[in-house]
Nanobody, 118 residues
Framework: VQLVESGGGLVQPGGSLRLSCAASGFTFGNYDINWVRQAPGKGPEWVSCSSASNRDGGGAYYADSVKGRFTISRTNVKKTVYLQMNNLKFEDRAVYYC?????????WGQGTQVTVAS
């Protein structure tokens, strides 16, 4: 199992970024993929989930802190989950990880840094 995030960077408040999570090593369409972030000095915070296509038709779920600003999507053909982040705020600064629960184990990618600064 491998998860590889990309797309982070430096952006001004109000700006946008699109993160990608490329997955391999499992049947992608059958599993929920989550985005989790960790800000400096804080614990992990769940951000969003793209549910398995065979569970609830592929639903999207969001933390209240990002609802209306972030959009999660997935393409099963490319085995990739995206997180479109709009109207970024200072408090969105964090390392963003995609995460998967698979056969009793939790897998995380290496993370991608998002910095929001003026």
């Amino acid at each position: 199992v491998q998860l590889v995030e990309s797309g982070g960077g430096l952006v001004q408040p109000g700006g946008s970024l699109r993160l990608s999570c490329a997955a391999s090593g499992f049947t992608f369409g059958n599993y929920d993929i989550n985005w989790v972030r960790q800000a400096p000095g804080k614990g992990p915070e769940w951000v969003s989930c793209s549910s398995a296509s065979n569970r609830d038709g592929g639903g999207a779920y969001y933390a209240d802190s990002v609802k209306g600003r972030f959009t999660i999507s997935r393409t099963n053909v490319k085995k990739t989950v995206y997180l479109q982040m709009n109207n970024l705020k200072f408090e969105d600064r964090a390392v963003y990880y995609c995460a998967l629960g698979y056969k009793g184990e939790r897998y995380w990618g290496q993370g991608t840094q998002v910095t929001v600064a003026s």
